[in-house]
Structure formats: C-alpha cells, structure tokens
C-alpha cells in the first residue's frame, strides 16, 4: 500500500530562518506527482509546491523549495526567510497513481514561527 | 484563479435530521471532486471520490448511504449527511481537480459540522 510519512509532529523556526519539513513516501507507480499543502489556523488547504516525478528538477515557489531525492523517496520542504504567516499544519501528498487525482496525504508537521 | 468555494461554512442540526453541503469550483471546470473528513489535530481523510454525472466511488468503511453525493455539473457537487449523529460532526473539505491523473487539488474552505 502506498504510505506518506512525515516524522516530525512538530516544528519550530526563528522568524527569517531556514526550516526543512521531512516527508518520506512509498509507492510503486514509476510517474507521480508530489504535494505540499499549507493549512493554516482557517483550515483552508492550500497548495505551497507541486512536483512531478519525472522532473529531476527541484520545484520552487518564491521561498519555498524541494528536495525530491527519487531513488529514497524522500520530498522535503524547504521554507527560507520564515515568516509569521508560515505558521501552519503542513502536509505532504502523495498522487495515488495510474488514471486518477486521488491523494494519500501525510500526518502533517505543525510549524511554529518564533518572532 | 482555481477557486473553490463551499457552502455553508459551519451548520449546527439536531440528531435524525439531514444537511446538504454543497462545493463549487468558481473558475475552471472539475472533472472531478472529493470529499475529505478532518477530526482535530489530524489529517485529512478521504471520503469519496465523484465525477461529474457518475456515481461516486466510497473509501472503505464510508457508508455510501449516509453519505449521499451527487456531481450533477462541472462546476457543483453535494455532500447529503443523511440521519446525522452527534458521532457524524466533524469538519467536512471538498476538493475539485481539473484534468488528467496527478493534476493539483484545489481546496474549498471547509464545513464544521456540529450535530445535537
């Protein structure tokens, strides 16, 4: 079965420091797509960073970026120059695969900006 | 753009009767649309999933007949809590993608559902 793991329940950054979220997934599909969302106190899920699997090129989006590392199945987020705003459940998402948008999603990590 | 809005935002309803949720996605079509439950600190926990003017397709363990959806357009689905049970309140997400497999979900903001 596919499975998303994130290992750290929680996490705490400096305000206009560096944190990297982990995310380690499991599947055995050879194209896929990888998430990260960003649920803030509103509840609203919204999307940080998409990557293609066959893209050996780490996505980035203004000061957030990967490091999707394929032969480990490993996804980690990047976030740079935290801000308060960054405060926020995040997920990692894994696509199901194969002729379907279905996501298996993560625990979430809880980070935490310190001002 | 790839907005999704959802309505209503929270609903308070007593124990037996039903509610309908509904989800739009406001500026793109949605081949297809999810629906998600979230209990407190926890992740997301998928539902179902619908297609536009085909039936749903349940997780295991969701009782489809509790949980009545219709896709009725590409732009509308609705989530029926049919009987609802205090066990039954939760906070509700849809979500409604565009395209083939592996395009991003986008989400709506959520229905907190409280049941008396």
């Known amino acids: 079965a596919q499975t998303v793991t994130q290992s750290q329940p929680e996490m705490s950054v400096q305000e206009a420091e560096t944190v990297t979220l982990s995310c380690t997934y499991d599947?055995?599909?050879?194209?896929?797509?990888l998430f990260w969302y960003k649920q803030p106190p509103s509840r609203q899920m919204i999307l940080v960073i998409r990557?293609?699997?066959?893209?050996?090129q780490n996505a980035t989006e203004n000061r957030f970026s990967v490091n999707f590392q394929k032969a480990a199945k490993s996804f980690s987020l990047k976030i740079s120059d935290s801000q308060l705003g960054d405060a926020a459940m995040y997920f990692c998402?894994?696509?199901?695969?194969?002729?379907?948008?279905?996501?298996?999603f993560g625990t979430g990590t809880l980070l935490a900006v310190q001002p | 753009g790839a907005v999704v809005s959802q309505h209503p935002s929270w609903v308070i309803c007593k124990s037996g009767t039903s509610v309908k949720i509904e989800c739009r996605s406001l500026d793109f079509q949605a081949t297809t649309m999810f629906w998600y439950r979230q209990f407190p600190k926890q992740s997301l926990m998928l539902m179902a999933t619908?297609?536009?003017?085909?039936?749903?397709?349940?997780e295991q363990g969701v009782e489809k007949d509790k949980f009545l959806i219709n896709h009725a357009s590409l732009t509308l689905s609705t989530l029926t809590v049919t009987s609802a049970h205090p066990e039954d309140s939760s906070f509700y997400i849809c979500s409604a993608a565009a395209g083939g497999p592996g395009e991003t979900q986008y989400f709506g903001p959520g229905t907190r559902l409280l049941v008396l």
């Open positions: 619908s297609n536009e003017g085909s039936k749903a397709t349940y």
């Open positions: 990557q293609e699997a066959y893209k050996q």
């Open positions: 599947t055995s599909e050879s194209d896929y797509y």
């Open positions: 998402a894994s696509h199901y695969g194969g002729a379907t948008n279905k996501l298996i």
